[in-house]
């Protein structure tokens, strides 16, 4: 099974999967003032071609905003074939049902590029961080 950690971007509109051992990724400001921040997670050897991946977007659960809840999430995104989401789940938690409810949905709609190849069942670890300013 491949695994990539998938880091969010602000600078262009798709992002490379990668594959690096311990990797970090760059903070990402989400729509409404979140921000995503790459988590470190060990991962198989990289795959010949690496898969472009949209970066997620969100809302800030406003709930969330207004009882203050912060946390990191890592969600594992199963991709098929033609780059779309097959299945998503809960890596590991923030720490609260409605941050991690909205890591999930987006994480399902991001979608990725690459040969159809190396996309069938690739695993990609999306890390999510929620942080109030």
């Not at 594959?19 to 795959?47: D, H, I, L, T, Y």
């Not at 406003?62 to 097959?86: K, N, W, Y």
């Not at 590991?92 to 709609?109: E, K, M, P």
Request: charged share 10%; hydrophobic share 45%.
């Amino acid at each position: 099974m491949q695994r990539h950690v998938l880091p969010p971007s602000v600078r262009s509109s798709a992002v490379a999967a990668q594959a690096v051992p311990g990797a970090g990724a760059p903070a990402v400001a989400g729509p409404s003032g979140a921000v995503a921040q790459g988590a470190s997670a060990a991962v198989a050897p990289a795959a010949p071609s690496k898969p472009r991946c949209t970066p997620p977007a969100w809302r800030y659960p406003a709930m969330a905003r207004h009882l203050h809840e912060e946390g990191s999430a890592l969600v594992d995104v199963t991709l098929g074939a033609q780059g779309q989401v097959r299945q998503a789940s809960l890596h590991s938690s923030t720490g609260y049902d409605d941050l991690d409810s909205t890591a999930l949905a987006a994480a399902r709609n991001i979608s990725c590029t690459g040969s159809a190849s190396t996309l069938a069942g690739i695993h990609v670890l999306l890390p999510v961080t929620f942080h109030l300013h």
